[in-house]
């Protein structure tokens, strides 16, 4: 029910922000002003994260506050995968590979970085692993192998 909603949380960044969504929404329930759910979720929260939630709250006919509640806890429970490239990453990069990592493991965010000494490729952190897929990482071991 949440994973639709969890994925407008695919960097630290998106994390943070729909954090800060469920947190204007769970203030906004009981109010009647113009800071009511309503507007709050039309005004303040992104417009992907705004039908994701009305499709959870009317798919799974569930009070408001609960489903608000639990997907506080689930975005909790979100584990970082650090991703180290070597260029800059556009939007369009970002959505691949959050789409080929989820495919494989489920519950994570992505924290991304820079570092133009990799050359090419990626280093990925995980769960306390580190995994060197980087073109430094294969032009090392060549020279090692050459200078046999």
């Keep these: 029910m949440y994973s639709e909603i969890l994925r407008y949380a695919k960097t630290d960044e998106e994390k943070e922000l729909l954090v800060k969504e469920v947190e204007l929404l769970l203030e906004s329930i009981y109010k009647t002003t113009e800071e009511n759910f309503d507007n709050v979720l039309k005004t303040k929260v992104r417009s992907g994260v705004a039908v994701a939630i009305r499709d959870a709250l009317n798919s799974n006919k569930i009070e408001i506050g609960k489903l ?3 997907l506080q806890s689930e975005i909790k429970k979100l584990v970082p995968m650090r991703i180290t490239l070597a260029i800059e990453p556009t939007e369009e990069m970002l959505e691949e590979m959050y789409n080929y990592i989820t495919k494989h493991v489920t519950g994570i965010y992505l924290v991304v970085s820079v570092n133009k000494a990799l050359i090419g490729g990626m280093t990925i952190e995980f769960k306390g692993k580190f995994y ?8 090392g071991k060549m020279n090692i192998m050459i200078s046999k």
């Design 68 to 70: 608000l509640t639990d």
């Design 132 to 139: 060197d897929f980087s073109l430094k990482e294969k032009l």
